[in-house]
């Protein structure tokens, strides 16, 4: 079974640029996740969606970043414009089931803004 | 608000030696924890999760961690530590109102040979 994969695994923009991020989550895992982590902090929470539809999106930044996830399979996250601070370490989990079920987490995209 | 606290961000222990990675909780529902452990260029993988059954949950590659809800701690133990053990560990929580985990600032390990 393949697990979670994100692309691309780095990106480096200038400040002002657009940059898109995809992660396709376990087949079958309805829930997926988006969080951040930004150099020396602590793994934040960006949003959940349940299938196509957004459950919880309150870790989301500011109106910068746009998530979708077309027809519950994949999710895009698009961060436009990018700002210095933007930068770090986005991960994207995937679970199923409507309990406290593990997590699967992929391996990341590194975002740096210059 | 949830909030979790890892004392230690750098720990280092020599090989076979004890490994103790601490994680405390604030919580004010019983909360579900996890482990989570990521090594070099991959991402988060779960160690270990309490849901409220037996508060000693044993995990992976010989980790176990204790829950002590009157400590509100989760600490993570390992009796015998090994050079593949080397890596970041986090500790994190979420409660039955929402899924979001909430983590801790992580650990990172280190065993000298």
């Known amino acids: 079974e393949a697990g979670v994969t994100q692309f691309p695994s780095h990106s480096v923009i200038e400040k002002g640029q657009t940059v898109t991020l995809r992660c396709d989550p376990i087949?079958?895992?309805?829930?997926l996740y988006w969080y951040r982590r930004v150099m020396g902090k602590e793994i934040k929470f960006l949003l959940h969606?349940?299938?196509?539809?957004?459950?919880?999106e309150s870790g989301m930044p500011n109106n910068r970043f746009l998530a979708e996830r077309t027809g519950g399979t994949y999710s895009t996250l698009k961060v436009q414009p990018a700002e210095l601070e933007d930068s770090g370490v986005y991960f994207c989990a995937s679970s199923q089931g409507r309990g406290p079920y593990e997590q699967y987490f992929g391996p990341g995209t590194r975002l740096t803004v210059t | 608000a949830q909030s979790v606290t890892q004392l230690g961000s750098h720990v280092s222990v020599s090989e076979g030696a004890l490994v103790l990675l601490r994680c405390n909780y604030s919580s004010s529902v019983p909360p579900y924890l996890f482990w989570y452990v990521q090594y070099p260029n991959q991402g988060l993988q779960l160690l270990l999760k309490y849901t409220s059954a037996a508060t000693l949950v044993k995990g992976i590659n010989g980790f176990e961690a204790e829950f002590k809800k009157s400590e509100t701690s989760f600490h993570l133990t390992k009796p015998s530590a090994h050079m593949s053990d080397a890596a970041e560990y986090f500790c994190?929580?979420?409660?039955?109102?929402?899924?979001?985990?909430?983590f801790g600032s992580g650990t990172r390990l280190q065993v000298q040979p």
């Open positions: 969606f349940v299938k196509e539809s957004k459950q919880d």
């Open positions: 087949s079958g895992h309805d829930n």
């Open positions: 994190a929580v979420t409660d039955t109102g929402r899924r979001a985990l909430t």
